[in-house]
């Protein structure tokens, strides 16, 4: 496949507006996630099924604390224009007003908290390239689970977005309790999460 970088510039002009009809218009297999990281258009293969388990069992806590006007999102995309991209979280929780009506993302600010689960050929992604895009978009909270990490899988929380930058609310090995503040109040057992 072909990549298209551009600079958003401010405003993020017609080169935006551009790269972001390449990604609606990509063909991609089906399970394949498209985004748009850093200005390039990526493709990449369907998750695991411990990966999949994993977004699953988060989604069934976070469906029990969150309001009934509260939707969890696993394939809607996250315009983050200041950083040249379009993220798919694995999962997104945005009110559900905001998701609601044509299109196929949300302007990240109004996302209540990002998950991202590493997977071994894009964990720098996740870590660095989107931490940093949903950090200066103001995403408030964004949490990490990468059972790739070192061999010693962990859990991280960051939140309070400052300048494109996050700091680390919370970081736990898989088998420890991770706290999610207000307005969620979940202690999250990462014991339960999958480790290939």
């Known amino acids: 496949m072909s990549a298209l970088t551009v600079d958003p ?12 009809r390449i990604w609606e218009e990509t063909d991609a297999p089906e399970g394949c996630k498209v985004e748009i990281i850093e200005g390039i258009v990526t493709v990449s293969p369907p998750p695991s099924k411990d990966h999949n388990t994993t977004a699953a069992l988060l989604q069934r806590r976070l469906y029990a604390v969150i309001p009934e006007e509260w939707e969890i999102y696993q394939t809607l ?13 694995d999962l997104l929780v945005v009110p559900r007003t905001v998701a609601t009506g044509p299109g196929n993302r949300v302007p990240a600010e109004e996302a209540l908290l990002v998950v991202e689960i590493t997977s071994q050929a894009n964990a720098n992604h996740d870590r660095v390239k989107k931490a940093h895009g949903y950090a200066k978009a103001g995403v408030g909270l964004f949490l990490l689970l990468d059972p790739w990490h070192s061999g010693r899988p962990t859990a991280t929380l960051h939140g309070d977005p400052d300048s494109g930058t996050y700091r680390v ?23 339960i999460f999958p480790v290939s």
Not at 77 to 89: D, F, N, Q
Not at 180 to 191: A, M, N, Q, R, V
């Open 9 to 20: 510039g401010p405003g993020h002009g017609q080169d935006w507006d551009d790269l972001v």
């Open 77 to 89: 995309g996250v315009s983050v224009p200041g950083r040249a991209g379009v993220y798919i979280p």
């Open 169 to 191: 609310l919370d970081v736990v090995e898989y088998g420890g309790t991770l706290t999610l503040p207000e307005p969620f109040k979940l202690d999250l057992d990462t014991g």
